[in-house]
């Protein structure tokens, strides 16, 4: 049976999120009739909606590769009139389904425009196809974003420690800032790399556990006494006892910038010499940094909910069961907006956050690997040449 | 005959500043006496020397594509006292040869060594390899250090282009700081990529001119009427009207902040929603954005030290000299450090700073291609499906 199928982007983009919306397109074009739906739910409020000609089907195909939501996504707040004004116009243009990629905010949209279809009659199917950078969706083993993420993540940690090393006469204390702001899985992604003592992360603060500033000053003493410098990691949503109450912009937190706060208060209580950083956007759009296997889940996804279409599925998410880690082998499945919502934000399990090796078990097939640096060269190999004396 | 050759590395490190002496140490080893110095000038006048026996020479090999400066740079004041500590440790070494891998500080003291060697009548050869991010070195056609680096930016900028153009509804100006104290070649490179309109950099500034704010806010303002957001580059040295006076640390100016100072003001201008964002340390150690050609130049400036040493060279600096863009075609050649420092600080000439295709045709070649990615999908594309009504 034809459908009319409605597809649009939400949230935060991710540097994948495309490559789910061309996975989508593909399996559906020849079948269905598709209108695409610009800036998520205020283009669904809008009736910002693209015809999906064969002209405008061969531009989104060609985004397989790009960063960015080519939809455009954003963050508009869904309240009971957007939700009421997006089923009108998704009715008048004859809409029966409708799919939208996107996080929480996006589900628990999804959930209530379902709700909202059904208590006015209209037949709507309604799939949510998941992404996220922060890996804090509920009903899922993990979403199609995160794996890529983290990669920058965790190779820019790697990277960064051999910078920091060099400059070991210079700078002392650096503390990258990540994404994250209610769960450090992120944050704890900056380790996976770490190989040698000298590297950091020595300290990884996540929103999950409040840091203990007594603890945390003296890793970073330790650790500049032992090796002259030491590499901090924060999760952008993390608390501690300097914490400042944070900006409010367009009704929503912004965050990014609790490693200046941590900065300066190291500077002041430990006299040495810190310099504070927050990795940007390139943690969610950096081409050069897609994970092989978050690109290809972000496709499965993408597929499975041409799928769940076809069969009639509604009010679901896509999910991603693992079957096991090595070898790395998962399932696509479905489950309920309303599980999805029960779950609430996720965070990192008690295992992960105190057994970090447990962590990175789990994380290592969704990242990748990263080529073998060679242990520092450091202090102790300084000798006189052996035929000369001094 | 046989050289005793003393190495080391100084200033800021670059993504490939290993490549050149690993390429360096793969020439000397087998026929000359080898002696490693840690933390550049700091080391030569500590005294921090490795011997270059086949256990540490293989673990530099190591380092061949590592980030960072593996035998340590950093900044070191080089005083008289520190030049004439650094010559007599030389001496005791018995040391006949001297190479830094370095920038204009390097350089410059460089020239001093070489000029109280020869007033104590030390017979040292003196060389000296260019690296630096910046570009800002004299003396040679452009620096290893620099394609990798401006590689990032301009990549870093394509792509979060897509991420900015995604979220048109939530965030309206986007400015981006990159490094470049004196000198905006690196800022410049953010636009390499720029194919289509909708795409920053809107806006591009450079320390070789002072920003004139009602140019800057015209074009922010014209770019959001007209595209819903703006994205703007400042270099880290550029100054404006609004500029306060940098911090100090350690003696030595540290950037970073114009963008936070700028984002200030043009929110309170224009009332619009503006984020500022520092690319950081990835800009010299992001390893997966090294470029093919800067990595294959940082390895031949090494082999061409080999080769000068072997001739007796001293007082010189390696240089790349173009010999065509397209194709693109170079010869190394050596500069004095005389001349080099008779330059100064190296700013984009005139033509580039007013012909930015020009530029791009000189940087094209350094920094290599990027994948093209299909012009953004817009609001002109915006219809009520051709088949329905509302």
Redesign the interface.
């Known amino acids: 049976m034809q459908k009319?199928v409605v597809i649009g982007?939400a949230g935060?983009?991710t540097?994948v999120i495309n490559a789910s919306l061309v996975s989508l397109v593909k399996k559906l074009y020849k079948s269905h009739?598709l209108?695409?739906v610009?800036?998520g739910y205020?283009g669904l409020a809008k009736?910002?909606?693209?015809?999906?000609?064969l002209a405008?089907v061969e531009?989104?195909k060609?985004?397989e590769?790009?960063?960015?939501?080519?939809?455009?996504?954003?963050?508009?707040p869904t309240d009971q009139s957007v939700i009421s004004k997006a089923c009108k116009?998704l009715k008048?243009?004859?809409a029966t389904t409708l799919v939208m990629i996107g996080g929480n905010g996006t589900m628990e949209a999804l959930q209530l425009l379902d709700n909202e279809a059904q208590k006015n009659q209209i037949n709507l199917q309604v799939i949510g196809v998941p992404k996220t950078v922060d890996n804090d969706l509920g009903g899922t083993d993990h979403s199609p974003g995160f794996g890529s993420a983290a990669r920058y993540i965790a190779?820019?940690t790697k990277?960064?420690?051999?910078?920091?090393?060099?400059?070991?006469?210079?700078?002392q204390v650096?503390i990258l800032e990540t994404m994250g702001r209610n769960a450090g899985w992120l944050a704890a992604a900056s380790g996976l790399y770490r190989k040698f003592e000298e590297e950091g992360p020595h300290y990884i603060a996540v929103p999950e556990i409040k840091i203990k500033t007594d603890q945390l000053l003296s890793v970073i003493n330790r650790s500049v006494e032992k090796h002259g410098h030491t590499l901090i990691v924060v999760s952008e949503g993390v608390t501690w006892e300097g914490s400042e109450s944070f900006k409010k912009?367009?009704g929503r937190e912004v965050l990014g910038g609790i490693s200046n706060q941590i900065r300066n208060s190291v500077k002041q209580m430990l006299n040495l010499?810190v310099r504070a950083?927050?990795?940007?956007?390139?943690q969610?759009?950096?081409?050069?940094?897609v994970s092989e296997t978050d690109y290809q889940e972000a496709v499965e996804v993408g597929n499975y909910a041409a799928k769940v279409i076809d069969a009639d599925g509604t009010g679901q998410m896509i999910s991603i069961e693992r079957i096991s880690s090595f070898p790395y082998h998962v399932k696509m499945d479905t489950i309920s907006f309303k599980n999805v919502i029960a779950e609430g934000e996720r965070k990192m399990p008690t295992v992960f956050l105190h057994n970090r090796e447990e962590y990175y078990k789990w994380l290592s097939p969704l990242v990748g690997p990263s080529?073998a640096?060679?242990?520092?060269?450091g202090?102790e190999?300084?000798?006189?040449?052996?035929?000369?004396?001094?």
């Open positions: 009319h982007q935060g983009p540097s009739k209108t695409f610009l800036n205020e009736a910002s909606f693209i015809d999906g000609s405008i531009k989104v060609a985004h590769k790009v960063p960015g939501a080519c939809l455009g996504s954003g963050r508009f116009n008048a243009i004859k190779q820019t990277d960064m420690n051999r910078d920091l090393i060099s400059m070991n006469n210079f700078e650096r912009e367009n010499s950083e927050i990795l940007g956007m390139n969610r759009s950096a081409s050069l940094y080529i640096y060679p242990s520092p060269i202090k190999e300084i000798n006189v040449p052996s035929t000369y004396q001094l």
